[in-house]
């Protein structure tokens, strides 16, 4: 199901004398220009850009037209971000410009849908060298639709499926750690030796030396590489790039495939493609939120979070904790909740959240996730029955064990639980059975 948002701009984005026009909408006002400056990076910027519209175009998996979906751009505080998921939702891109990558002020802060047309992606294609790159988000001046209006209006559909990945792409990110760093020399030897584009072979980068060496089979220190073909993004901007950092959760010798995040870092901006576990998963399914979702005050305090947000580049969760009068794992199940809405991200460079806006809807959690609206069914209908550490969840046609082990993860005797174990989120007993007993964050 699309989200559909209604976005106007007054003419397409173009490349002129001046620089780069970006056209936008969204924002307090309508049509506004939080940005106005050179970038400080014009060559590296016109390709990150470009690898981030590329992903929003592209399917990996069961490759098909392009998808043709404009990119998201945030100004807050002294940033710019891009970002965009693949027509799959397997991937997320983001482009980070950082303050010095900008020449000019952000004057304002706000979330939109950035037009990236045929035309402005030739154009950008052809910025290269020293030649200056100027950006200004929003045009100048806005013209009002009426029935005589020379306003272009637009009718951009936001897939659902985007802003279930934003969400379940923050939670899952916010537990990577840096797990390798090279340099760019040793970064463009190791993209030259990946699979093509079309490879779903699940692979595994492990620090070798001032380079990654791939395996067939996970250790300690690797970094999962599902389907390496949709890292091919990150070649346009390798010219430009200092060094190639690799974020990922910790694995084991046996671990299942798990998402992971490749950031290319020039110093002025960071371009990052985060992966899905496997080429064909598509992060709006991965279930990685659902345990936050669970506890029974996180909408309320979801709407406390939410009023407090300020536009800081990066959200300290322990003062914002602070602020709210809440502890700090109610405010991260709260920032959860507003990831439903995309009203949230997570930076795993800066190893915090950062805020952006778009239309929240506290209701959208429980629409989007039929196994959470399973789950408060089961609880509501009494078919939980407690039995110490584990339970029992009678529904009309079947009984299902719920087990909880020593470590707070659950098991389920159900096709779901026997199917995934455990790796796309918890089933609908599971997470009943959180409900009924377990504190916020302990299900996993």
């Known amino acids: 199901m699309n989200a559909v948002q209604t976005y106007r701009y007054l003419q397409p984005s173009t490349l002129r004398a001046a620089g780069l026009d970006l056209q936008t909408c969204g924002g307090p006002a309508a049509n506004p220009r939080f940005f106005a400056g ?32 404009d990119p998201v751009v ?102 990577f750690e840096p797990r390798a760093e090279i340099a760019a020399a040793e970064a463009a030897a190791f993209l030259r030796r990946l699979p093509a584009a079309g490879d779903r072979s699940v692979l595994w980068a492990v620090p070798a030396g001032r380079t990654l060496r791939l395996t067939s089979r996970p250790a300690p220190g690797a970094v999962c590489l599902a389907g390496a073909g949709r890292l091919a993004a990150l070649r346009g901007v390798l010219r ?28 002025a901006l960071r371009l990052s493609l985060t992966l899905s576990p496997e080429p064909y998963r598509g992060f709006s399914g991965e279930g990685a939120a659902l345990a936050a979702l669970a506890g029974d005050d996180v909408v309320d305090d979801a709407e406390l979070v939410g009023a407090l947000l300020n536009w800081d580049p990066t959200i300290d969760v322990a003062a914002l904790a602070d602020a709210a009068a809440l502890p700090d794992e ?19 460079a800066d190893g915090a959240y950062f805020h952006r806006v778009m239309p929240y809807d506290a209701g959208r959690a429980e629409r989007d996730n039929p196994r959470l609206v399973g789950a408060r069914a089961l609880v509501e209908r009494g078919a939980v029955e407690r039995d110490g550490e584990n339970a029992t969840v009678r529904t009309d ?48």
């Not at 190639?244 to 290319?264: D, H, K, M």
């Not at 991260?332 to 795993?348: F, H, K, N, P």
Request: with cysteine.
């Open 240 to 267: 430009h790039t200092r060094t190639l950092r690799a974020y990922g959760p910790a694995v084991r010798a046996g671990s299942p495939a798990v998402p992971s995040t490749w950031e290319l870092d020039t110093g």
């Open 74 to 175: 945030t100004g807050s505080r002294g940033r710019l971000r891009f970002e965009s998921f693949s027509g799959c939702c397997g991937v997320y891109a983001r482009m980070d410009v950082l303050p010095a990558g900008l020449d000019g002020e952000i004057s304002g802060h706000g979330t939109t849908n950035v037009d990236v047309n045929p035309p402005l992606r030739e154009a950008l294609a052809r910025v290269g060298g020293i030649e200056p790159l100027h950006v200004a988000v929003g045009p100048d001046d806005l013209t009002v639709s009426t029935m005589d209006g020379a306003v272009v209006e637009r009718k951009v559909p936001l897939p659902g499926r985007w802003l279930r990945g934003f969400a379940e792409v923050h939670v899952l990110t916010a537990g």
């Open 330 to 348: 109610r405010v991260r199940a709260a920032l959860a909740q507003l990831g439903t809405a995309g009203r949230v991200g997570y930076d795993v």
């Open 397 to 444: 046609a079947e009984t299902y064990r719920v087990r909880r082990h020593p470590d707070g993860a659950y098991s389920c005797s159900c096709r779901w639980w026997a199917r995934h174990r455990g790796q796309r989120g918890p089933c609908r007993h599971a997470l009943a059975v959180s409900m009924v007993a377990a504190p916020v964050g302990a299900l996993s």
């Open 38 to 69: 050179f970038l400080t990076a014009p060559a590296a910027a016109a390709a990150g850009l470009l690898a981030v519209a590329e992903v929003a175009r592209t399917r990996y998996h069961q490759p098909v037209s392009p998808a043709s979906l």
